[in-house]
């Protein structure tokens, strides 16, 4: 059994359309700060926390608009739904009976579908002129598949008894981490279950007679004797009623019982030989120690299904045990350094296998989501100016088996901190996010402080790219090679945009509306557009007026006509020819001589064609004369060597004035893009 989803709507920052929000075995909540992640886990020990304040719904969890108060409505209403499913219907030879019967709610939304059972927290918030006003909640199953609340209400549903609440269980464990108070808060739940469950094969009488001895030994204190006579004066003095006339002090408890809820864990070795207590270790382990301690504490619960007997405990206690045992983990990653991260998502998935676990865990931190797949991932929109919530899985393409879904599910992975980001820049690779971390810090404008992301493609899978951050809310960029009259480039790249849009949009959108040369309205995916990709190489113009209408429409750049390393070069060639060591260089004859014009040309045909020797004349032709003289560099610096390299050893030696000033007319145009998109951001909040 597993909570497939859980809808949550007018709660906290839950507005009352509310949210549905699927879960997994292992879901990672993620968002910026304020988005939410925390109502969302709270919403869940609302309906099945492990002590009653938990359950307890209070007037700040009811949902208020922006600069709403509370008591400017008569009453407020929010509810709490999960549905249950059961994965174990679906073995071979399964049977209804294999449900335990608390769960006898089930509910098909067709013939022959998967059951599962609604369960339902609805609370009401009413203004009886009281401080705080008044709240009530009721628990119900819903029997129904219906979302209507008329059929809801005629009949179908009943109430939750309270002993069959307490069948799921949600361990919440908060991002400040505190052992001592968590042992304490679990006395009475899972920690105090097992101590109330210990099988004490007879030896408490013994331990009775010892804790008796050890209480005469004690009080015997000649010491002990003068405070006891001393205090029992003064209280007769003060009182002299029936009920406890003698006082006395006492170092233990009398029974064996009490004296094991007096158990706190202990550290060895400590410092100079000693023991530790909670309160010696560290920030991080005491974090650690916190989660391995709900972890535990769950295993022996699974080991005494089936062998409590023999494992020190009473048999009766697994009629007490949870089913389904939620651990929602807030923000694990506090106080830990990252190579402690694997080991607890890999513990946590490990729990989360389990039939009779589930777990929730929330970050804001790139770290943790490295190690988290995307598909688990749900992401909260919202922050510290908004107050409303909603809740999205992250989309990936489609189809789970072809090149595109893998590629693009590992480059999330790769770069999670996009879900944190205020704006990313899509870019072909390395050298993208060499220069553009540089020149974002000349410009006043840092990617670490500004929440920028800079993500290299390599040029593939644009379209998933812009669903997922399109889907997301979060503003993007996006800088391509334009490749000009390299094979399938160009005019090829140009019709590669204009059919990732039309995937993004949708064709006939009216976000793909423009007037063209004419003077008519028409739209990009109009039938018209798709031969772009047989267009003229030489047509230099109307390929720019392509190039301007993607950057100003779509904030797409282009990096023409070649690449951004060879408009680094051309912006920088004193720069970047100073490179080369000392007699370095490519290898070429005296400018002016016969040869000349001949050997540059080659070398530009072995940039751009994927075999020079059977490349045509005219390749080039659409080149300046300069840009042509400039590929001999080119392919010594960036094809022969490194332009990863190449570019950290050039942007050393230019001042960020200079950069700024002197950068490709690309870079100036997206550096203005991507400032503009971040004041309407900056604007908004």
Not at 101 to 111: A, H, L, S
Request: glycine letters at 8%; charged letters at 25%; aromatic letters at 8%.
């Amino acid at each position: 059994m597993k909570i497939d989803s859980i809808i949550i709507r007018g709660f906290r920052c839950f507005d009352d359309q509310g949210q549905t929000i699927k879960l997994d075995d292992l879901s990672c909540f993620v968002g910026p700060n304020a988005s939410g992640k925390t109502a969302a886990m709270i919403a869940l020990t609302r309906l099945f926390g492990e002590t009653n304040a938990q359950r307890q719904v209070i007037s700040n969890d009811f949902h208020l608009s922006s600069g709403e108060e509370l008591k400017s409505q008569s009453q407020r209403i929010l509810l709490i739904e999960c549905r249950l499913v059961f994965s174990e219907l679906d073995e071979p030879g399964a049977a209804l009976n294999s449900i335990p019967e608390i769960f006898n709610q089930m509910i098909v939304d067709e013939p022959g579908g998967s059951p599962y059972c609604r369960i339902r927290l609805e609370a009401i918030w009413r203004n009886d002129g009281t401080l705080e006003g008044d709240v009530t909640q009721t628990i119900s199953w819903i029997l129904t598949s219906s979302d209507d609340e008329a059929i809801i209400q005629d009949g179908n549903r009943k109430r939750v008894q309270p002993g069959d609440r307490g069948k799921i269980r949600v361990i919440y464990v908060p991002a400040t981490r505190d052992p001592k108070q968590q042992i304490k808060a679990t006395t009475a739940t899972s920690f105090g279950r097992l101590l109330d469950a210990l099988e004490w094969g007879g030896v408490e009488e013994n331990i009775k007679t010892k804790l008796a001895e050890l209480q005469a030994e004690l009080t015997g204190l000649t010491g002990i004797k003068t405070m006891n006579r001393r205090v029992q004066r003064s209280w007769q003095k003060l009182y002299d009623g029936p009920v406890a006339r003698t006082v006395s002090f006492q170092a233990l408890e009398n029974e064996a019982t009490a004296l094991v809820k007096l158990l706190v864990p202990t550290f060895n070795p400590g410092e100079n030989g000693r023991t530790m207590s909670v309160e010696d270790l560290s920030d991080g382990m005491r974090s650690l120690f916190s989660l391995s301690l709900s972890l535990g504490l769950f295993r022996v619960e699974e080991l005494l299904r089936n062998r409590a007997n023999t494992s020190g405990f009473k048999a009766e206690v697994r009629e007490e045990l949870p089913l389904l045992t939620v651990f929602t983990v807030e923000e694990p990653e506090n106080h830990l350094s990252p190579h402690y991260l694997g080991r607890i998502v890999a513990e946590l998935d490990a729990i989360s296998k389990d039939s009779r676990a589930q777990v929730i865990i929330s970050s804001h931190s790139a770290s943790i989501l490295g190690r988290v797949v995307p598909d688990n991932v749900r992401y909260f929109f919202g922050h510290e100016h908004s107050s409303a919530t909603s809740v999205k899985p992250i989309p990936l393409p489609s189809n789970e088996t072809n090149e595109s879904f893998k590629y693009v599910r590992e480059a999330v992975r790769s770069y999670p901190e996009l879900y944190f980001s205020r704006l990313v820049i899509l870019g072909e690779g390395a050298s993208e996010e060499i220069v553009l971390r540089r020149l974002m810090e000349a410009s006043g404008r840092p990617v670490d402080t500004h929440f920028i992301s800079v993500v290299p493609l390599g040029g593939r899978h644009v379209n998933h790219f812009w669903r997922l951050l399109h889907d997301l809310g979060i503003p993007f960029i996006t800088l391509l090679d334009l490749d000009r009259e390299k094979e399938g480039a160009g005019w090829g790249r140009v019709q590669y945009v204009r059919n990732q849009l039309i995937k993004l949009y949708g064709a006939g959108h009216q976000k793909l509306n423009f007037t063209s040369d004419t003077g008519n309205t028409v739209n990009l995916a109009d039938s018209q557009f798709d031969t772009l990709k047989d267009g003229s190489d030489l047509n230099v113009a109307q390929m720019d007026n392509w190039i301007s209408y993607f950057r100003t429409y779509f904030a797409v750049y282009f990096s023409s006509p070649l690449d951004l390393d060879l408009a680094m070069l051309e912006a920088f060639p004193i720069v970047y020819k100073g490179l080369a060591p000392a007699g370095g260089g490519p290898r070429l004859p005296a400018p002016g001589s016969p040869t000349y014009r001949g050997v540059i040309r080659q070398r530009m045909r072995q940039v751009l064609a994927s075999d020079a020797t059977t490349a045509p004349a005219t390749l080039g032709d659409s080149y300046t004369q300069e840009q042509v003289e400039s590929f001999a560099w080119y392919k010594y610096l960036f094809v022969d060597g490194s332009k990863p390299v190449m570019h950290m050893r050039a942007l050393l030696a230019i001042n960020n004035e200079t950069l700024v000033t002197e950068a490709p007319v690309v870079l100036k145009q997206l550096i203005e893009g991507a400032k503009a998109l971040l004041a309407q951001q900056e604007s908004v909040e």
